[in-house]
């Protein structure tokens, strides 16, 4: 299995709502990451997860929050977000996050869009 | 600060041959990735360069240069299913990936 699984695909949300992102792979890979993406921008980077434990926050706001159940999974709980917070969720993971030839694997993608 | 530069957009024709280039200043660096991304999905991984050269793979070619800080991608055969974004990104000293803001390439008939 070289894929990494995102649900739902799309998820529309209101701004009081709560919902869940959800990623599975089982490539072994000890690297996750939630990436957020606009329209013709790069990927930007929320979290990463290594060996299962929060490595890196950019400063994402609360109303994101990211879980990483086990070496497979990793979740990003929304609540409260704002129509600006609308735009592609990237999952991603890798062999390790501190190596060189890192590459990184990603999800087909949640697009989310918050009225 | 970190900067990575690639044209905005590109146009070439089905059949010929376009080169996609990059420059980059990082803290450090441990490698520069080529990812594709058509459309509405998700990056897909090219290629990955951290010694000077050029790397071959099929029809897609990327090459370095570290004293330069620059690479390029060289697509040959262009296909219509080339059209995509093709993003530039470097990973620095910290092990980050530093993205550039991607070249849109549309093939035209």
């Known amino acids: 299995d070289t894929e990494v699984t995102q649900t739902p695909k799309h998820l529309v949300m209101g701004m009081t709502n709560k919902k869940s992102l959800k990623c599975e792979q089982h490539?072994?890979?000890?690297?996750m990451y939630w990436y957020k993406q606009k329209a013709k921008k790069p990927p930007e980077l929320m979290f990463v997860?290594?060996?299962?434990?929060?490595?890196i926050n950019e400063s994402v706001p609360s109303r994101f929050s990211p879980e990483c159940p086990n070496s497979s999974l990793l979740n990003l709980h929304l609540h409260a977000l704002q129509p600006e917070d609308s735009a592609l969720y990237l999952c991603?993971?890798?062999?390790?996050?501190?190596?060189?030839?890192?590459?990184?694997?990603f999800g087909a993608g949640s697009r989310l869009t918050v009225l | 600060g970190q900067n990575i530069d690639q044209p905005t957009e590109m146009t070439a024709t089905e059949g010929a041959i376009v080169q996609i280039n990059c420059t980059y200043q990082?803290?450090?660096?441990?490698?520069l990735f080529w990812y594709q991304q058509h459309a509405g999905e998700a990056p897909t991984f090219l290629s990955y360069?951290?010694l000077d050269g050029l790397e071959e793979k099929g029809r897609f070619s990327s090459f370095l240069s570290r004293s330069k800080g620059y690479s390029y991608l060289l697509l040959k055969e262009l296909q219509m299913k080339d059209s995509a974004s093709y993003l530039c990104?470097?990973?620095?000293?910290?092990?980050?990936?530093?993205w550039g803001a991607g070249t849109k390439l549309i093939i035209k008939p």
């Open positions: 360069n951290v």
């Open positions: 990104a470097v990973m620095d000293s910290n092990y980050q990936l530093i």
């Open positions: 997860y290594s060996y299962e434990k929060l490595s």
């Open positions: 991603a993971s890798s062999q390790d996050e501190h190596s060189g030839a890192n590459v990184l694997t």
């Open positions: 990082t803290s450090g660096f441990n490698g």
């Open positions: 490539m072994g890979h000890r690297a």
